[in-house]
Structures are given as structure tokens and as C-alpha cells.
């Protein structure tokens, strides 16, 4: 955060000075590389490989047309919420156009007709010293063409369009807007950065024993499923996104189901005469695992839901209760909570039962009960949350070097559920005041409210959601 | 008292003589109204009708004696029953994330152990319930095993483990919904429900 506030103080000095080179528009380029107190980072940042703690700037640039403004607005937020930019805004906004009168310096290549169709006929000239000036190395213009959106990815520091995405997006107001202007979000990180956003993706969670979604953005807050006299718990998502699963629970009672996230069809995968609780989708899809209470105690069982059979016990836990399975992306391993040390603590096993061991390392008499395990989609982390001071924080868990660090000291803090980037994680926390969804990036530290509702419980990140509608030209 | 009674009885002879005035009498005097046996007809009048009325009451009260006695045997029956199903009743609580039954508990169960010999025919449903301080999932597991920790202790004591149902409620159905210790340790918590056979419970 220090060095944020230093590059934003940086970035204001460079704004009285732009204004000194506006006004005097000599041989710019020159007296902006002299002024530029971050040539160093920026240096180190042409690889343009991310690296903790060095973010590039990412400039969005500003239409005197104003139809793409919601596409901007969430754009804006999206690549703001993916914590791997640092959005730069331009005092005054649309007011000041901030092109350079000398298009004739840009070089020669930029001769495609996207490059030309950007913004409101600035044509292909880009100021990009300027750009420079203000900490950008991405600059992002947005046009419509017909019925497509284009958006130019200018690389600041090299001077030139990276990329030119097109995406026919749904009218506003179509229920398909938000999702498709996010997943345009994804790849504008993924041509920017080489890996993939996550903002076309939905959190599901649990209030008041009735299942919800939420967007990433924390948009789109909608009621999936009520059932009357019984509460649903655990809600889940297959590795594809396509299907769900979850719990009603009632009177002791806990029957499973899966439902298709597209449809909402659903059919039971248990028969509710048992407690069954924690379903979670084998990575192939094609069982479901989870928690059996009977009267010798907690296991966790699979069942094959392709051939819609064959039951199959995996933990046998005589005197300790074994739930919570989570595995590992590649299927071969099951992290899963066990109570054999007494209390609950993280274990883990093959996916077939065999190989239990501890996990994640603790001190016996002192650390307090561990739960509620998910594997990062990366493999090499397992997020949980551990009962510190008679209260609950999340946890990182590093499978290779098995130690973990807590993540969150204030509040409550539990239920941790990992974004598809394996660097974000929802979870639920009281540190408002009421017990609300929360995001936290591992690399930065930052933590946003995604949900101001209270009263949420259990969240459940999707992986990043598949179209539904053809929406890519 | 007498005064306006006697206006009275002198006004009802006055109106009689009157509403009898097409055959005017020859001017005999007015029979002269003797008080003291008018104030004796409506003495024996008025004491009629609290016979009446005291029989009437005498009646009634014979009628709710005997419906009370009849209620009074009802209700003991039920008494008894209610007693032993109160008994039965009777939760039993945990410490934090324990489900070891606590030794101030076992006097408790060994009541529902008595109570459930007595009554062969009754069948029981424990039910686990925890705090809101542990995991939401979790306490589905720990749930389960405070309600069989119990039934293991009834079993272990000789009652048939068919009779015995157990579930968990988790941390769903907290009894008091306080965020403190006093909530709490009422919320972890067995509870105890007759199933069938609950009917007529006899005291063991």
C-alpha cells in the first residue's frame, strides 16, 4: 500500500507537469522521460510478467460518445477488482482530451482498421508519452462499430496496439449484459497479462436457508432456490461451471441435490433418510462427494453420478468424524476435516480413501479446531479457517512446504471459498458489524466488500462461467 | 322502607278502583290495606324463589363437583404422565466443541433410563444441538455426535438401541438466541422427544 500511495503522489506531480507540456507541447517525449520519478519500475515492468507488488497502470480512455459508458463503468471495476492494475483516472474525465495533436508520430504499423475505428476518430495516434507520464502502461479504448464493441489494447511503453478484441455485446438490458461485459474484462487481462480475469464469474451463497448468487462485481444479487420448511446449506459448482449441488436440510435430515446452473432443473442424489451434508463434484464430473452422519459417526462417501450408483465409503472413522471433502484440481487427493486429534483439524488422502495424513500442521493442546478446507483451482493451496482466541480466521494452507499463515486477523472471518485466479478469496466475515461476504487478494492484501447483505453464510466462487449465447463474433 | 311501599299498594287499589269505575261502587270505604300481611305474601314470595334459586345453585353445584371430580381424575392421570414426560424431556447440555457426557448429566440420563424401563413401549428421538460459535458444517458432525453420545449411555445402561433415534440439528435451532456464554451453553444442548408410546406414561 506504501508504494501505491508513493506512485499515486508520483502521479500527481506528473499531472502538474502535463499540464506545464499541454500548455507548451514541445518536444514532449523528451521532457516526460526526464520528469518521470518511476522510470525504474516501470523498467523493471516491460516484461510485462506480473509480479507482486508491481502493478502496471492501466489507463481507460475516456468517449465524447456516450453509449459504451456502462460497458467502461464495469470494465473500469472489473479490471479495478482484479487487483493486478492500478487504474489510472483521468482528472476531469471526459472534459479533457487528452490526444496528442503530433499523430504523426505514431509509427507506421498501427494501419489495421480497429486501430483507425477508436474513439470518436482520434484515429491511431496515441499520445503514448503521455500516457507514460501518467504511470499507464496499458491504455484501453473502447468503440462501437455497427454491433460490435472493439477495444484497442495500446501497450504504452512499447508504443503500439497490443491487441484488438471485438465482442458483440447483448443490448443493456438483456440478463446476458453484465456477464458478457466481464468476460471482455477477462480478456483484456489475459491480452494484457497472459492469464485470464475472473470477473465473468458468480459467488453462491446461503441467507436465511435460501440459496443466492452474486457476480463477482457484486452486481446481479438474485434468489436461486427457496425451499418451504427446509434450509439449504453448502451450495457448490462443478469444475465447468454448469452444474451445482447443495443440501436441504430439515429436522435432522440431509438430502443432496444437483441442479443445472443454466435450467435450474435438479434432481436428488441422496434419499434424505440420512444426514448427508458438504457435496462436493469429483474435478471429472463425474461423482459427488460428501458427508454421511450416522450413528457410528461422520464419513465421507462418493457416489457416481454418471451411472447414478455405486455408494462407496472412503474414510472409516470408528471413534473420530471425518467431513468437508475438498480436492485437489487434479482429482487425486482429498483434503477433508477429521476429528482423529481430537479436535477437528485438516487431513488429507488419495481420492481413493487410502494415505490419510495430516495436512495442515498443528500444535496439539493449542491450536484451536480447523475447518471448511477448498483447494486453490491452482493446486497449491488449500484455504480453511482455524478457531483462534474463540474466534474463527481463514487460513493458507501451502501444499508443497505444508505451512500455513493466517490470512485475516479482524472480525470473524470463515467459510473461505477460492476465486478461479487462485490469488482471490470470498469469505464470510462480521468485521462490519454483520456477517457479510468479503473479498481478499493474496497479493496485495486489499479486501473489498463484495455483498452488503447480512446474514450470509457459506459462499461457494464459481470457476470462470461458460457463454451461454454466442457473444464473440 | 314501608312508606313508599305502602304509596305503592295505595296507588295499585287507587288505579284499580279506577280501571273498575264503569260500575261505580256505592261509597263503601276503600278497603284499608293491611301492611303487615302484604309485607308477609312477599316475604313468603321472595322466599320461594331463593328456595328455588338456592336449589337451582345446589344442583349446579352437585353437577360441577362431579364434573370436577371426573376432570380431577382426568388430570391426575395426566399429571402423572405429564410428570414423567417432562422428566423425559429433560435436556442434557456440552461443553465447546465436546460431545462427552458431562457428569452433572448423568443423573439425568439415568432418570430417562428408569422412565424408559418402565415404559417399554415408548420410543425416543434424541436431537444434537451446538452453540453459533463453531462451523456451520461442522457442528452438523458434532451435532450428531452429542445426540449418540447420549443414546450410547442409555444403551450402555440396557435400553434397546432400537427405540432410540438420533439426529443433528447442527447450530440451526438455537434454543436462546444470545450471543453470549449464557446462550450459548443452553445451546449445546441434547434434547429429548417421545416418539410413540408416550400415550400414559407410568413413573418408574
Given at each position: 500500500?506504501?508504494?501505491?500511495?508513493?506512485?499515486?503522489?508520483?502521479?500527481?506531480?506528473?499531472?502538474?507537469?502535463?499540464?506545464?507540456?499541454?500548455?507548451?507541447?514541445?518536444?514532449?517525449?523528451?521532457?516526460?522521460?526526464?520528469?518521470?520519478?518511476?522510470?525504474?519500475?516501470?523498467?523493471?515492468?516491460?516484461?510485462?510478467?506480473?509480479?507482486?507488488?508491481?502493478?502496471?497502470?492501466?489507463?481507460l480512455l475516456p468517449d465524447?460518445s456516450t453509449a459504451l459508458d456502462s460497458v467502461r463503468a464495469i470494465l473500469a471495476r472489473d479490471l479495478?477488482?482484479?487487483?493486478?492494475?492500478?487504474?489510472?483516472?483521468?482528472?476531469?474525465?471526459d472534459?479533457?482530451?487528452?490526444?496528442?495533436?503530433?499523430?504523426?508520430?505514431?509509427?507506421?504499423?498501427?494501419?489495421?482498421?480497429?486501430?483507425?475505428?477508436h474513439t470518436?476518430?482520434?484515429?491511431?495516434?496515441?499520445?503514448?508519452?503521455?500516457?507514460?507520464?501518467?504511470?499507464?502502461?496499458?491504455?484501453i479504448a473502447l468503440a462501437a462499430v455497427?454491433d460490435t464493441t472493439q477495444v484497442t489494447?495500446?501497450?504504452?511503453?512499447?508504443?503500439?496496439?497490443?491487441?484488438?478484441l471485438k465482442a458483440r455485446l447483448p443490448t443493456a438490458t438483456s440478463?446476458q449484459f453484465r456477464m458478457a461485459v466481464h468476460r471482455l474484462a477477462d480478456k483484456i487481462?489475459?491480452?494484457?497479462?497472459?492469464?485470464?480475469?475472473?470477473a465473468a464469474?458468480?459467488?453462491?451463497?446461503?441467507?436465511?436457508?435460501?440459496?443466492?448468487?452474486?457476480?463477482?462485481d457484486?452486481a446481479?444479487?438474485?434468489?436461486?432456490?427457496?425451499?418451504?420448511?427446509?434450509?439449504?446449506?453448502?451450495?457448490?459448482?462443478?469444475?465447468?461451471?454448469?452444474?451445482?449441488?447443495?443440501?436441504?436440510?430439515?429436522?435432522?435430515?440431509?438430502?443432496?441435490?444437483?441442479?443445472?446452473?443454466?435450467?435450474?432443473?435438479?434432481?436428488?442424489?441422496?434419499?434424505?433418510?440420512?444426514?448427508?451434508?458438504?457435496?462436493?463434484?469429483?474435478?471429472?464430473?463425474?461423482?459427488?462427494?460428501?458427508?454421511?452422519?450416522?450413528?457410528?459417526?461422520?464419513?465421507?462417501?462418493?457416489?457416481?453420478?454418471?451411472?447414478?450408483?455405486?455408494?462407496?465409503?472412503?474414510?472409516?472413522?470408528?471413534?473420530?468424524?471425518?467431513?468437508?471433502?475438498?480436492?485437489?484440481?487434479?482429482?487425486?487427493?482429498?483434503?477433508?476435516?477429521?476429528?482423529?486429534?481430537?479436535?477437528?483439524?485438516?487431513?488429507?488422502?488419495?481420492?481413493?480413501?487410502?494415505?490419510?495424513?495430516?495436512?495442515?500442521?498443528?500444535?496439539?493442546?493449542?491450536?484451536?479446531?480447523?475447518?471448511?478446507?477448498?483447494?486453490?483451482?491452482?493446486?497449491?493451496?488449500?484455504?480453511?479457517?482455524?478457531?483462534?482466541?474463540?474466534?474463527?480466521?481463514?487460513?493458507?494452507?501451502?501444499?508443497?512446504?505444508?505451512?500455513?499463515?493466517?490470512?485475516?486477523?479482524?472480525?470473524?472471518?470463515?467459510?473461505?471459498?477460492?476465486?478461479?485466479?487462485?490469488?482471490?478469496?470470498?469469505?464470510?466475515?462480521?468485521?462490519?458489524?454483520?456477517?457479510?461476504?468479503?473479498?481478499?487478494?493474496?497479493?496485495?492484501?486489499?479486501?473489498?466488500?463484495?455483498?452488503?447483505?447480512?446474514?450470509?453464510?457459506?459462499?461457494?466462487?464459481?470457476?470462470?462461467?461458460?457463454?451461454?449465447?454466442?457473444s464473440?463474433? | 322502607?314501608?312508606?313508599?311501599?305502602?304509596?305503592?299498594?295505595?296507588?295499585?287499589?287507587?288505579?284499580?278502583?279506577?280501571?273498575?269505575?264503569?260500575?261505580?261502587?256505592?261509597?263503601?270505604?276503600?278497603?284499608?290495606?293491611?301492611?303487615?300481611?302484604?309485607?308477609?305474601?312477599?316475604?313468603?314470595?321472595?322466599?320461594?324463589?331463593?328456595?328455588?334459586?338456592?336449589?337451582?345453585?345446589?344442583?349446579?353445584?352437585?353437577?360441577?363437583?362431579?364434573?370436577?371430580?371426573?376432570?380431577?381424575?382426568?388430570?391426575?392421570?395426566?399429571?402423572?404422565?405429564?410428570?414423567?414426560?417432562?422428566?423425559?424431556?429433560?435436556?442434557?447440555?456440552?461443553?465447546?466443541?465436546?460431545?462427552?457426557?458431562?457428569?452433572?448429566?448423568?443423573?439425568?440420563?439415568?432418570?430417562?433410563?428408569?422412565?424408559?424401563?418402565?415404559?417399554?413401549?415408548?420410543?425416543?428421538?434424541?436431537?444434537?444441538?451446538?452453540?453459533?460459535?463453531?462451523?456451520?458444517?461442522?457442528?452438523?458432525?458434532?451435532?450428531?455426535?452429542?445426540?449418540?453420545?447420549?443414546?450410547?449411555?442409555?444403551?450402555?445402561?440396557?435400553?434397546?438401541?432400537?427405540?432410540?433415534?438420533?439426529?443433528?440439528?447442527?447450530?440451526?435451532?438455537?434454543?436462546?438466541?444470545?450471543?453470549?456464554?449464557?446462550?450459548?451453553?443452553?445451546?449445546?444442548?441434547?434434547?429429548?422427544?417421545?416418539?410413540?408410546?408416550?400415550?400414559?406414561?407410568?413413573?418408574?
Open positions: 500500500m506504501r508504494r501505491k500511495d508513493g506512485r499515486t503522489e508520483g502521479r500527481k506531480l506528473c499531472w502538474a507537469a502535463v499540464g506545464c507540456l499541454l500548455t507548451l507541447s514541445v518536444l514532449p517525449s523528451f521532457r516526460l522521460s526526464a520528469q518521470d520519478t518511476s522510470a525504474i519500475d516501470r523498467g523493471v515492468r516491460i516484461g510485462i510478467v506480473y509480479r507482486p507488488g508491481v502493478r502496471p497502470g492501466v489507463v465524447r479495478d477488482y482484479s487487483d493486478r492494475f492500478e487504474l489510472i483516472t483521468l482528472p476531469g474525465g472534459s479533457i482530451r487528452v490526444s496528442a495533436p503530433a499523430a504523426a508520430r505514431a509509427p507506421g504499423a498501427r494501419t489495421t482498421a480497429g486501430a483507425r475505428a470518436g476518430g482520434e484515429a491511431a495516434g496515441l499520445n503514448y508519452p503521455l500516457y507514460q507520464a501518467l504511470g499507464a502502461d496499458f491504455a455497427r489494447i495500446h501497450d504504452v511503453t512499447a508504443g503500439a496496439v497490443r491487441r484488438l440478463s487481462v489475459e491480452a494484457t497479462l497472459g492469464t485470464a480475469g475472473t464469474t458468480r459467488v453462491l451463497f446461503v441467507m436465511d436457508g435460501k440459496l443466492y448468487q452474486i457476480d463477482s457484486g446481479g444479487f438474485k434468489e436461486i432456490l427457496s425451499t418451504k420448511g427446509r434450509a439449504i446449506l453448502s451450495p457448490v459448482w462443478d469444475r465447468d461451471g454448469r452444474r451445482i449441488a447443495y443440501m436441504e436440510f430439515w429436522s435432522g435430515h440431509g438430502q443432496l441435490f444437483v441442479q443445472d446452473a443454466a435450467t435450474g432443473r435438479r434432481r436428488a442424489v441422496t434419499d434424505g433418510a440420512t444426514l448427508d451434508f458438504t457435496p462436493v463434484f469429483s474435478p471429472d464430473g463425474k461423482g459427488l462427494t460428501f458427508s454421511r452422519a450416522i450413528e457410528e459417526g461422520t464419513d465421507v462417501y462418493t457416489f457416481n453420478l454418471r451411472d447414478n450408483c455405486c455408494l462407496q465409503r472412503l474414510t472409516v472413522g470408528r471413534f473420530s468424524d471425518n467431513l468437508s471433502p475438498a480436492y485437489s484440481p487434479d482429482g487425486q487427493r482429498i483434503a477433508f476435516v477429521s476429528t482423529r486429534p481430537g479436535l477437528p483439524q485438516i487431513y488429507v488422502m488419495a481420492a481413493d480413501g487410502t494415505d490419510e495424513q495430516l495436512f495442515a500442521p498443528f500444535d496439539y493442546g493449542v491450536t484451536g479446531s480447523s475447518n471448511a478446507p477448498d483447494w486453490s483451482p491452482d493446486g497449491q493451496s488449500v484455504a480453511f479457517h482455524r478457531d483462534v482466541a474463540g474466534t474463527l480466521q481463514v487460513f493458507v494452507l501451502d501444499v508443497r512446504t505444508r505451512t500455513v499463515r493466517q490470512l485475516t486477523s479482524l472480525g470473524r472471518n470463515e467459510d473461505p471459498t477460492w476465486a478461479p485466479d487462485s490469488r482471490h478469496v470470498a469469505f464470510v466475515s462480521d468485521r462490519s458489524g454483520y456477517r457479510q461476504l468479503w473479498v481478499i487478494d493474496m497479493e496485495t492484501g486489499r479486501i473489498r466488500p463484495l455483498l452488503q447483505q447480512s446474514g450470509v453464510r457459506l459462499p461457494a466462487w464459481s470457476p470462470r462461467l461458460p457463454e451461454t449465447e454466442q464473440t463474433p | 322502607m314501608t312508606r313508599p311501599l305502602l304509596l305503592v299498594l295505595a296507588g295499585l287499589v287507587t288505579a284499580g278502583v279506577v280501571a273498575c269505575g264503569g260500575n261505580p261502587q256505592p261509597a263503601t270505604p276503600a278497603p284499608q290495606a293491611n301492611a303487615d300481611s302484604i309485607a308477609a305474601a312477599e316475604k313468603a314470595r321472595q322466599d320461594s324463589i331463593a328456595a328455588a334459586e338456592a336449589a337451582a345453585r345446589a344442583r349446579e353445584e352437585a353437577e360441577r363437583v362431579a364434573r370436577q371430580r371426573t376432570a380431577d381424575s382426568l388430570a391426575a392421570l395426566g399429571r402423572g404422565t405429564e410428570a414423567v414426560r417432562t422428566m423425559l424431556a429433560t435436556m442434557i447440555h456440552f461443553d465447546f466443541d465436546k460431545s462427552n457426557i458431562r457428569s452433572d448429566d448423568a443423573g439425568t440420563l439415568d432418570q430417562k433410563v428408569g422412565i424408559l424401563q418402565a415404559n417399554s413401549n415408548a420410543h425416543i428421538r434424541i436431537a444434537g444441538h451446538c452453540d453459533e460459535r463453531g462451523s456451520d458444517e461442522y457442528n452438523l458432525a458434532l451435532g450428531n455426535r452429542r445426540a449418540t453420545a447420549a443414546k450410547q449411555y442409555l444403551v450402555s445402561h440396557g435400553i434397546d438401541g432400537g427405540r432410540i433415534e438420533t439426529q443433528s440439528f447442527g447450530k440451526e435451532r438455537p434454543l436462546d438466541p444470545g450471543h453470549n456464554e449464557e446462550a450459548w451453553s443452553k445451546n449445546r444442548r441434547d434434547e429429548f422427544d417421545i416418539t410413540s408410546g408416550g400415550d400414559a406414561l407410568r413413573q418408574p
